[in-house]
């Protein structure tokens, strides 16, 4: 069952540009254009893109912040904008730059606050609460006011006050950037471990393509305002052809005129001791055993190719 | 029920945050109190000093300024703040209020009610039953209720105004004080008889847009007063029908401009 439904959805947004001294022109700025996705219910999906991609565009209209200029869009079989009160209960939101929290206040006060604005049953939120002081560790700094609080903790608090009253799906926008490693570590186990009960779909923006290794099978690639790849990580290896690559050290240099099937040659170093292959198959078995019955072998290494590297170049293109 | 406890809740986490800063909150309490008595006093001198403006004595005068000041101060206490909206829509913090259950305006109006002003009301309250007394009304029930309605009338009149203003930040976020000529500047229109005005500028405040009913034509119809300027009496009972026009009017303005809201970068 699909909980996000996005059909031709399209934002435009005028800009005035300098042209000339005094006089400005308008000029209408397709932020997202046309995007077609759905997300099934407990599916976690990462969502990347350069700097003004669109990602945190689309993100504002799933929410019900921004009112979409074309197209359809709808969440937990809501249209985001017209229904926008009735979603806000069935969703959590987690925007990095925004905050949910009260800056003068404790943490635990937020929280309280946000139970009765969610109209949570107290044991409900009780329970909920426990559960996200023990997982993300925040009983450290319940009753520091927000704005003493470290990136990382106040993160934490964001998290859990995204949570506090159950919602189906969790959209976050850039849940990592600007924190520690250890913080990080922290927010990516938490949500890894929410996504793997089941019950909650996540749909999170990043730059840090770890956020999607560690979390999403499911990558959706976005520029200009465009859906430029939807699917499993591999998926996008084998369509940008990012392939697997095979170093060799050889006792012997490769015998000249040689082939080798399955394989390209890409390198060849230190005289002749070492050469690179990229696999062109999934299986490197093959092409060891030519290797082997070519010369003599010292030492393999295989490297899985750069998960950046192909974003980098898809970005380019 | 459920949803009156919401929009307590975000009060109580507004209030909590302003008491967390005790002494500038008590100084901005005075200060306040301050700019209301100074408000008064400066349409006090003014009488004071010629006798009578445009045939109002000083005690007539000062029951236009009481209507009017009493109706501003109400408003200006209850949705004032919605000239943060700018702030707000620049920061981005409308975001943040847009993805919760509530409605954005009550929201914003209770994170932010302005409490340093709240004794501004009770002067303003006590000015007004000051001027009452001091005037030699013919009390009859009907101008019972219009003393009582004309405040509540000019605050929601005045409210309007603040609203609609404010929400030209959704289209121009750097409307600065363009929202202040007609908030503030309507305010100060409103404390002095119509007649001191003259020509388009007075039949455009005063009737097209509706400033007249605020506090003038009311404190004429409790005075027993005819009208220098022709309207009949029945012209002072009109304040709350122009404040609920205004009200249609500024929710549109407002409804609008939600739908035109662009949030800003990521």
């Known amino acids: ?317 | 029920m459920g949803e009156l406890r919401a929009y307590a809740a975000i009060f109580t986490g507004q209030w909590r945050s302003v008491a967390s800063y005790r002494t500038s909150f008590v100084v901005d309490l005075l200060t306040n109190l301050g700019a209301t008595v100074v408000d008064v006093a400066t349409v006090l001198v003014l009488f004071g000093a010629a006798g009578s403006v445009a045939g109002f004595t000083l005690t007539e005068g000062l029951l236009i300024v009481s209507l009017s000041s009493c109706g501003f101060a109400i408003a200006d206490f209850a949705v004032g703040n919605i000239e943060r909206l700018q702030t707000y829509v620049r920061s981005g913090t409308m975001d943040a209020v847009l993805v919760r259950p509530l409605g954005a305006l009550p929201q914003l109006v209770l994170m932010d009610l302005p409490l340093r002003k709240a004794l501004r009301v009770l002067v303003g309250v006590g000015v007004l039953v000051a001027a009452l007394r001091l005037n030699d009304i013919d009390w009859t029930p009907a101008r019972v209720a219009l003393a009582v309605l004309t405040p509540l009338a000019g605050a929601l009149f005045f409210g309007a105004i603040f609203v609609a203003t404010a929400s030209l930040a959704f289209w121009w976020v750097e409307s600065g004080q363009v929202g202040s000529a007609f908030t503030y500047g309507g305010r100060d229109f409103t404390a002095y008889p119509l007649p001191v005005f003259e020509g388009w500028f007075r039949a455009l405040f005063a009737y097209g847009m509706g400033f007249g009913f605020v506090a003038y034509q009311p404190a004429l119809t409790l005075l027993g007063r005819p009208d220098p300027l022709g309207l009949p009496a029945v012209a002072g009972f009109l304040s709350p029908l122009v404040a609920l026009i205004a009200t249609g009017a500024a929710a549109v303005v407002w409804r609008a401009g939600i739908r035109h809201y662009r949030s800003t970068g990521s």
């Open chain 1, 1 to 317: 069952m699909s909980v996000i439904t996005m059909r031709g959805l399209r934002k435009d947004f005028t800009v005035r540009v300098r042209a000339g001294r005094l006089r400005r022109e308008k000029r209408t700025v397709a932020a997202v254009d046309g995007i077609d996705l759905t997300v099934a219910a407990g599916e976690m999906v990462g969502y990347i893109g350069p700097n003004g991609a669109g990602k945190s565009t689309t993100l504002k209209m799933l929410t019900g912040v921004l009112t979409p200029t074309a197209g359809e869009v709808s969440v937990c079989g809501l249209a985001p904008v017209p229904q926008r009160t009735r979603l806000a209960l069935s969703i959590g939101v987690v925007f990095g730059q925004r905050s949910q929290l009260w800056w003068d206040l404790p943490l635990r006060d937020s929280f309280s606050l946000l139970r009765h604005i969610y109209r949570v049953p107290a044991g409900a939120h009780a329970a909920r609460l426990r559960r996200c002081r023990s997982l993300l560790d925040l009983d450290g700094f319940l009753d520091t006011p927000v704005r003493q609080l470290s990136l990382g903790q106040r993160m934490r608090g964001e998290l859990t006050a995204a949570l506090l009253h159950g919602p189906s799906v969790l959209f976050l926008d850039e849940p990592t950037i600007g924190l520690d490693v250890v913080s990080k570590q922290a927010v990516r186990s938490f949500l890894a471990e929410l996504g793997a009960t089941g019950d909650v779909t996540l749909v999170l923006t990043t730059h840090d393509l770890a956020d999607i290794e560690r979390l999403c099978e499911r990558l959706v690639v976005i520029d200009h305002g465009r859906v430029v790849h939807d699917g499993t990580i591999e998926a996008l290896h084998d369509r940008y052809g990012s392939r697997r690559r095979l170093v060799a050290d050889l006792d012997t240099p490769l015998p000249p005129g040689f082939t080798v099937t399955g394989a390209e040659l890409v390198a060849v170093e230190a005289d002749g001791h070492r050469v690179s292959f990229d696999l062109l198959s999934s299986s490197a078995g093959a092409v060891v055993a030519q290797l082997a019955s070519l010369a003599s072998l010292r030492d393999l290494s295989l490297l899985e190719p750069d998960i950046e590297d192909v974003v980098a170049r898809l970005y380019r293109s």
